[in-house]
């Protein structure tokens, strides 16, 4: 079963407005939340993240905001830009016996830009 | 510092071939992680170190994997007697204790054919 989903495979905006990704979760256990961006041929990179705790991040142009009730988070980049071009994941960690903050990932969604 | 590091970027093996990956973390990061992306997906956990220690393993990490992280440093992903389902990007990522946000190399890409 897929604890993390990100429903929609791609989405394609015009440079300047806004671009919304999103991603729900099914595990209540989960309690700190990441986005990644990827680009071809490249590892994941580490963009924003937000703790259960809250229910918004700021970092300059992205922005995300979590609906603990819902069990939902999106992604706000505005404006966008080109360079945005990437693959975007939600992830989610929760606490494990390990110790470690393992990640479970989304399928990801596939962003364009458009000049 | 130049991130984390893998080698080979490409590896193109033949069915029933052992392969192994090898990647350094960020040099202060004392976490490290393998996860693997297949084709449509998004990465899946591995295994975790903490240290030398391999204190987390996932069921996808079955007894034809092994990883291993001898003095804390390096790390090396081994696959035996590959299979075509093996056919992944392969990627390493690393971390300071507190785990989260960690840094993702730039995968090995593994072909089985």
């Known amino acids: 079963d897929q604890q993390v989903k990100q429903n929609s495979p791609s989405l394609s905006v015009q440079e300047g407005r806004i671009s919304i990704l999103n991603c729900d979760y099914t595990n209540s256990m989960f309690d700190y939340f990441l986005w990644y961006k990827k680009y071809p041929a490249e590892g994941p990179t580490f963009l924003i993240s937000i703790s259960s705790i809250k229910d918004k991040n700021e970092d300059g142009r992205f922005t995300v905001f979590l609906n603990k009730s819902a069990k939902h988070l999106s992604l706000h980049i505005v404006p966008s830009q080109p360079g945005d071009s990437a693959v975007y994941f939600c992830a989610a960690s929760a606490p494990t016996q390990g110790g470690s903050e393992k990640l479970v990932f989304g399928k990801g969604t596939k962003l364009t830009v458009n000049p | 510092d130049t991130g984390v590091s893998q080698d080979p970027r490409h590896k193109i093996t033949k069915r029933g071939q052992n392969v192994t990956f090898r990647c350094d973390p960020i040099?202060?990061?004392?976490?490290l992680y393998w996860y693997r992306q297949t084709l449509g997906q998004g990465p899946e956990f591995l295994t975790y170190?903490?240290?030398?220690?391999?204190?987390?393993k996932s069921r996808l990490l079955s007894d034809r994997f092994s990883a291993e992280r001898p003095k804390g440093s390096f790390s090396t992903l081994e696959i035996q007697r590959t299979e075509q389902g093996d056919s992944a990007m392969y990627l390493c990522a690393s971390s300071f204790s507190d785990g989260y946000g960690y840094t993702f190399g730039s995968g090995t890409r593994l072909t089985v054919v």
């Open positions: 040099s202060e990061h004392n976490r």
């Open positions: 170190f903490q240290n030398e220690a391999q204190l987390e």
